[in-house]
C-alpha cells in the first residue's frame, strides 16, 4: 500500500497543474421538496393563493420584498376570484 501511495505522490509531483484541479469545487446541490419551489407556489398563487402566501412565508428562499409582493398578488388574485365567483353566482338567479 505504502508502494501505491508513493507512486501516486511521485506521479502527482510530476504532472503540471491543470487549471480545472485549482478550480473550485462547487458544492452538490441538495433537492428540494417540490412545494417550496417557485414553480409550485406560483401556480398555487393561481388556484389557491392563501396557501400559496403561506408557503411563501415559511420559506427561507424568498427575502422580505419578495415576500410583500407575493403577499399583495395573493390578495388581489383572491379579491378576483371571489368577484368571479359573485358574480357567476348571481347570475344564476
Known sequence: MDIALQILQARHAASPARADVLA???PVPVPEPFLPSPVAIGLLML???PLAV?????SPRFDA???MALTIFGGLVTVVMATVMVLSL???L
Open 24 to 26: 473550485p469545487v462547487r
Open 47 to 49: 388556484v389557491a393563493p
Open 54 to 58: 403561506t408557503l411563501v412565508w415559511t
Open 65 to 67: 420584498t419578495a415576500r
Open 90 to 92: 348571481g347570475s344564476n
